[in-house]
């Protein structure tokens, strides 16, 4: 793991976001690239510096950030694009690389009703790329214990564990897999992945409506320090993101989110 992609928004949560980020980083020995999109309106007049000033803004407000943080050795490098946030992300991913994102669960969107805001849902939603989701107030500490919650036990791409792997040897953690049938399951979906049984220490097995309500029925038992999904067609998000947001009521998580990707790396 080389480098960590961590988006900043309007949140006064963002300085905790990214102090999570570093840390983590210290222990991966990888580089965190702070990143801001921003758009410009054209209108009659308008001054041909003015998105040089606006990205000069932008990376002003990020150093404001960076500067409220112990950065522990680790380098952090500014990243600023005109355009969207996926537009941005995929910018940034053309040139580095990426592979991970550490982001909040609402960057920019402050309702309490939701866990998951429109611009973080819509990263988890349309990117291939890992992400590792901090709740607020979360601190960071070893994850020496995962429960890596899905209904399907198909892996189609190797790769999609790589995040997953780098975290269980680093912190020589326990891996618990819960297999969640839920209906409309197929049997292929009960033959756990070879390369996924590896990883784990042990393997649950539920019947319920969805993962998520697996997951709460099994959740105080494993007691885990990190909770690991997969993002796929039919895996943990697919329902839950249409709107690219996620109410508390269908879903919340109190630890960090790891959400695994397709991505061929």
Not at 82 to 99: C, F, T
Not at 150 to 177: C, H, P, W, Y
Not at 251 to 261: K, W
């Amino acid at each position: 793991m080389k480098n960590i992609l961590v988006p900043i928004g309007t949140s006064e949560n963002a300085v905790h976001t990214l102090q999570y980020a570093v840390d983590f980083a210290k222990d991966f020995i990888a580089d965190v690239y702070v990143m801001q999109a921003y758009t410009v309106l054209a209108t009659m007049g308008m001054n041909s510096n003015v998105h040089e000033k606006v990205a000069q803004s932008s990376s002003g407000q990020m150093e404001e950030v960076i500067a409220q943080i112990d950065s522990k050795g680790v380098q952090i490098k500014i990243l600023t694009y005109e355009g969207s946030v996926l537009e941005a992300i995929a910018a940034a991913d053309k040139e580095l690389k990426l592979d991970l994102i550490i982001m909040e669960p609402k960057s920019t969107d402050i309702r309490d009703e939701l866990y998951l805001g429109k611009t973080s849902g819509s990263i988890i939603k349309q990117t291939d790329i890992p992400a590792l989701i901090v709740p607020e107030g979360c601190a960071y500490e070893s994850m020496n214990l995962i429960l890596t919650a899905f209904k399907s036990g198909i892996v189609k791409n190797r790769s999609t564990l790589a995040r997953l792997k780098e975290i269980k040897e680093k912190f020589d953690a326990q891996v618990t897999l819960l297999l969640v049938k839920t209906p409309g399951y197929e049997e292929e979906d009960l033959v756990i992945d070879s390369g996924l049984k590896e990883l784990s220490t042990e393997v649950l097995k539920t019947d319920n409506a969805t993962t998520f309500q697996g997951v709460l029925e099994h959740f105080q038992s494993v007691n885990p320090k990190l909770l690991c999904v997969f993002r796929r067609k039919r895996g943990f998000f697919s329902k839950l993101l249409e709107k690219n947001v996620i109410l508390k009521r269908d879903f919340h998580c109190s630890i960090p989110l790891l959400v695994l990707s397709v991505k061929k790396y």
